[in-house]
């Protein structure tokens, strides 16, 4: 059974990086795709990017200037860094896997976690 | 503004069969296949329906799922009090080459 984790500050200042990390079990990193979907507070999902197990990423074109995915092969995680954050990051934040087996499709996801936006 | 397009809400009586629709472009749902996800309060996005129509296992048959040209539509019949929640639609976006998400669709079971 595949399960993710995501862990990192819950309360971020306006302009500094968000940083948050997901943890893998079940599966390894450098055979699968991963990715990062948010959801402010009483809206929609939104995809953030994802990483592939060679280490190519794609981000969501209105964030791509902002942010970074990274994979961490020895201990099976990977990362997620936002940077110049204002309010409208608010949101949970997701790690999922992204099944490409056939078609691509989010199939196992983490709890979430909340991360604020806020002085 | 999300990528795909669904109601807001969508409501039916318990027994009752309701559907829920989402239509996007032929880069997305016209080119590939479509998911369904269920969000309970304060959960992650539960997977219900893949590849248009297929139920993981554990997803009950009440449950199914559809796709014609750049629509899809999820059926749910027996309606039945714990479905009251928030469905979502998926699917691959060539033209983002990433994965996109419906608005989303509240179900109230009255």
């Known amino acids: 059974q595949v399960q993710l984790q995501e862990s990192g500050p819950g309360l971020v200042k306006p302009s500094e990086t968000l940083s948050l990390t997901c943890t893998v079990s079940?599966?390894?990193?450098?055979?699968?795709?991963w990715s990062w979907i948010r959801q402010p507070p009483g809206k929609a999902l939104e995809w953030t990017g994802y990483?592939?197990?060679?280490?190519?990423?794609n981000y969501h074109p209105s964030l791509k200037s902002r942010v970074t995915i990274l994979a961490y092969t020895s201990t099976n995680q990977f990362s997620l860094k936002l940077t110049s954050v204002t309010a409208a990051d608010t949101a949970v934040y997701y790690c999922?896997?992204?099944?490409?087996?056939?078609?691509?499709?989010?199939?196992?996801w983490g709890p979430g976690t909340l991360v604020t936006v806020s002085s | 503004q999300s990528v795909l397009t669904q109601a807001p809400s969508a409501s039916g009586t318990p027994g009752q069969r309701v559907t829920i629709s989402c239509s996007g472009s032929?880069?997305?749902?016209?080119?590939?296949?479509v998911y369904w996800y269920q969000q309970l309060p304060g959960t992650a996005p539960k997977l219900l329906i893949y590849?248009?129509?297929q139920r993981p296992s554990g997803v009950p048959d009440r449950f199914s799922g559809s796709k014609s040209g750049t629509s899809a539509s999820l059926a749910i019949s027996g309606l039945r009090s714990e479905d009251e929640t928030d469905y979502y639609c998926?699917?691959?976006?060539?033209?983002?080459?990433?994965?996109?998400f419906g608005g989303g669709t509240k179900l109230t079971v009255l």
């Open positions: 079940g599966d390894s990193i450098s055979s699968s795709y």
């Open positions: 999922a896997r992204l099944n490409c087996v056939g078609d691509c499709h989010l199939d196992y």
């Open positions: 032929r880069s997305n749902i016209g080119n590939n296949y």
């Open positions: 998926a699917t691959w976006d060539d033209s983002l080459s990433g994965p996109v």
């Open positions: 990483i592939s197990y060679s280490g190519n990423t």
């Open positions: 590849s248009n129509n």
